[in-house]
């Protein structure tokens, strides 16, 4: 199933508005989420991750003063979940 222009995630992208999907944390501390849909959030471009508690506070700044949340991720060792190659915009 390919996600289409229509679809709300893709319109909000489109739109010029940012979006984060943050990852649910097991008890265990492990990311638990559908990797489908992750990597098709992740196909528009839409940072998907997940952070801990003490990390939160600094994500929300770096959104609110319109960061680059990608290189954010990263320079906090984040692992940024990949494109799903099924996960096309048509």
């Given amino acids: 199933m390919r996600w289409s222009r229509s679809c709300s995630a893709?319109?909000?992208v489109e739109g010029g508005a940012?979006?984060?999907?943050?990852?649910?944390?097991s008890d265990e501390g492990q990311p638990y989420f559908s990797r489908r849909h992750?990597?098709?959030f992740a196909a528009l471009g839409v940072?998907?991750?997940?952070c801990t508690p003490?990390?939160?506070?600094?994500?929300?700044?770096?959104?609110?003063?319109?960061?680059?949340?990608h290189?954010?991720?990263r320079?906090?060792?984040?692992?940024?979940?990949?494109?799903?190659?099924?996960?096309g915009v048509s």
């Fill in 75 to 87: 320079g906090q060792g984040v692992k940024l979940t990949k494109p799903s190659r099924e996960a």
């Fill in 10 to 12: 893709a319109r909000i």
């Fill in 47 to 50: 940072p998907v991750f997940a």
């Fill in 38 to 40: 992750a990597g098709r």
């Fill in 18 to 25: 940012s979006l984060i999907v943050l990852l649910a944390l």
């Fill in 54 to 69: 003490d990390q939160f506070p600094d994500l929300m700044a770096a959104a609110l003063t319109k960061r680059d949340i």
């Fill in 71 to 73: 290189l954010w991720a």
